[in-house]
């Protein structure tokens, strides 16, 4: 399966819960309910992807977006316009092919991924992660940098990727190794899971300053 396909699965599977769910259903992010979270992944679609495709890739080098909360409602209200099921239906179509080029595909698939995992938390249910979820891991990082407190951090997959960012300092004392789970990774990236679900090794002061990080996106 290709990153494209796991986008695909994942629209498809995250059309299935926001319908199992309902409209009304918390979508786990803030005051959205499950109607707001549809008509906001599906606003990424508008114009063939092209502004969601200039939004991923600046993010992807770190450029961080703070979007006014009024336009974001905006946006929400002109896709709710067309209905919850005229927007699952839109969701269980393919993406544009522009937000599934390489310098994207990975964002694409986080954003789709970290909003179905956030609605399925908030009502009880389970999500596993797809097969390229962890190709997620550098531009999030990458996004995250200003906040991350060791200048050099080494990531690890239970599956075997690795990547490090920062300064390499030989392994000194402001170095950190964290392994876990792609999803767990991800959730914890995000300010969405726990540093306790990743294995650490750092020393203890910069075990305490990730412990200090809370990651928002």
Known sequence: MTIAEDVEAERAMLA???EAVGPNASAGCGIWTAFDLAAHIVAADRAAGTLAFCIRALAARGVQFNPKPQVTATVIDRERRDGY???LA???QRSPRLLLAPVVAAST?????MHHDDLTTSNGLAHGAP?????AIPPLVRYQA???PSSRLII???RGHEWTFGRDIG???RSAVLLGRADDLIRWLSGRGPLTALDVEATPAVVEQLRAFVGTI
Do not use: Q
């Open 16 to 18: 299935d819960t926001l």
């Open 85 to 87: 099921p005229a927007l």
């Open 90 to 92: 839109r969701l269980r």
């Open 109 to 113: 698939l986080f954003e789709v991924w």
């Open 131 to 135: 097969e390229h979820l962890a190709l």
């Open 146 to 148: 200003k906040n991350l």
């Open 156 to 158: 690890r997959t239970t």
């Open 171 to 173: 392994g000194g004392p």
